[in-house]
């Protein structure tokens, strides 16, 4: 199994993306929701390929900062921008993005941070990578490529002069 | 004095005065109820960051605008929140107040949010709190009003940005104010331009000079070309103590009308930290005028002080992850 880490290996798998947003949103006026940092990133590539008028308002982005499970074993996040979701809610259909799923608790705190907005009619959830490792009944329903790591191995989206993964390993990070 | 504010690795873990507190600290502190401030604009106005904390909100002393502002920030992080006014008794004071503080930690308190008419309460306080437990100051006898200053900041901020660029005059009795004080570390620490008290010889400390600030008698000098007027509230004692002759008198002088803010720059905001004596120090006019703030002080109370409990508690999780 390769695993994509450059900007031009990245592109397929966003255009693969697209193509499955149109068939299973194409109808619905969906709203188009990032979580930050990574899924905002994505948010934004995929907004350029479906084109401005695809999705009914602009781009939202999630911070799940507020909404972690961690908070008494680690403390506030350092930096935290604000949500900001320039629309309702309530009966739309949302795309969700994220750059990775992984355990799941990050969709799970953005659920839980979009429902204290109001009431979608519906959340269809979009990632860019999904890994084995999940530590809760959630599944992607698009998904731009899945990959089986390692439980030590970790894989990140960085963006400095475009999109790359970056694959890191936890002997790696002991290193640094 | 410095730092039992802070863990050791500079983390607020209680907020008892601003003195010995750095720039980048108070920054963060306005930084984080900026991001905290949309929250309460949502359909639902809470955020589960601190869920499962108690917070105890122990005032010894009336108010309604802080301890409500307190509650409301615990509430809108989820946190457990109480509210307990006791009354002190003169003679069992150090006694007591040791006594309620045991039996309340024993009830797994997480922070205490302190109000007292003694100074250095909070900061005994927190001398006595198990390690765990945070101690945010809500205002201590003459001493202190931290979490009021900061309000004050950030509502300056929300208006001016440029700290170094202005002229801030604090107007009334600046000898007995806690808030007084706090602004005036505050204002300091982000280096702001010009620092002006005013007020009568009887309301202003003697040291006045030594605080960094240009001290003025007459509101025609200290207002001239100002960008921020802090009123602040006249308490009446002052005048049995015969400190003042009479509150018109005082209005005459200091009390901030129409005419007299004429003297500050044009776009000057007025502020006061409430509750406000309208005729004695501002007049009705001005409180409801286009260029009070007044109001927003109050809605911006909520944000520093969710701001302020969530980073103490969060120091707390810090400071119990690197001693594990």
């Known amino acids: 199994m390769t695993i994509p880490s450059t900007s031009a290996e990245i592109e397929p798998l966003l255009h693969t993306m697209a193509d499955e947003i149109r068939q299973q949103l194409g109808d619905k006026q969906p709203l188009l929701v990032g979580i930050h940092s990574g899924g905002v990133w994505i948010a934004k590539e995929l907004a350029r390929i479906l084109g401005v008028d695809f999705f009914a308002a602009p781009l939202g982005t999630l911070n799940i900062a507020y909404y972690r499970d961690d908070f008494t074993r680690i403390g506030m996040h350092p930096q935290v921008t604000p949500s900001d979701l320039p629309f309702s809610v309530d009966n739309r259909h949302l795309l969700l993005v994220d750059d990775v799923l992984h355990s799941g608790r990050t969709v799970r705190a953005a659920l839980n941070e979009l429902f204290d907005y109001g009431r979608p009619a519906s959340v269809t959830l979009a990632v860019l990578i999904e890994r084995n490792g999940r530590e809760l009944p959630l599944q992607a329903d698009i998904i731009g490529q899945s990959i089986t790591l390692s439980a030590s191995q970790h894989i990140k989206l960085t963006n400095n002069n475009g999109l790359q993964l970056e694959l890191q390993s936890n002997e790696d990070i002991y290193d640094q | ?324």
Request: glycine share 6%.
């Open chain 2, 1 to 324: 004095m410095t730092n039992n504010q802070l863990t050791d690795s500079g983390q607020l873990r209680h907020f008892l005065t601003i003195e010995g507190l750095k720039k980048p600290l108070l920054t963060e502190i306005m930084d984080r109820a900026e991001q905290f401030s949309s929250i309460s604009n949502r359909q639902v106005k809470k955020v589960p960051l601190l869920r499962g904390k108690t917070i105890m909100n122990l005032f010894f002393e009336n108010s309604t605008r802080t301890r409500t502002t307190f509650e409301l920030a615990a509430k809108r992080l989820s946190a457990d929140v109480m509210s307990l006014n006791i009354s002190t008794s003169a003679t069992t004071k150090g006694e007591s107040l040791l006594d309620t503080l045991h039996n309340l930690e024993a009830m797994h308190t997480d922070l205490f949010v302190v109000r007292h008419n003694q100074s250095g309460a909070a900061e005994f306080i927190a001398q006595h709190v198990a390690p765990h437990v945070s101690v945010i100051n809500a205002g201590d006898g003459c001493h202190a009003h931290p979490t009021q200053a900061m309000l004050d900041m950030f509502t300056i901020r929300r208006h001016k940005q440029h700290f170094p660029d202005l002229s801030v005059a604090i107007v009334g009795d600046i000898l007995h104010s806690r808030v007084a004080r706090s602004q005036i570390q505050a204002l300091a620490t982000l280096g702001v331009g010009e620092i002006r008290v005013i007020g009568p010889k009887t309301l202003l400390p003697t040291n006045c000079q030594s605080l960094g600030v240009h001290v003025y008698h007459d509101m025609e000098n200290g207002l001239a070309d100002v960008d921020v007027v802090i009123m602040l509230r006249l308490q009446h004692e002052r005048m049995q103590g015969a400190l003042l002759p009479s509150a018109r008198e005082y209005f005459n002088s200091y009390g901030l009308t129409e005419d007299k803010l004429q003297r500050a720059k044009p776009d000057a905001i007025v502020m006061h930290p409430g509750p406000i004596n309208r005729g004695i120090e501002i007049a009705s006019s001005v409180a409801d005028g286009p260029q009070s703030v007044i109001l927003e002080q109050v809605t911006h109370g909520i944000a520093i002080r969710m701001a302020v409990m969530s980073m103490a508690l969060g120091a707390q999780s810090e400071q119990h992850e690197t001693h594990s």
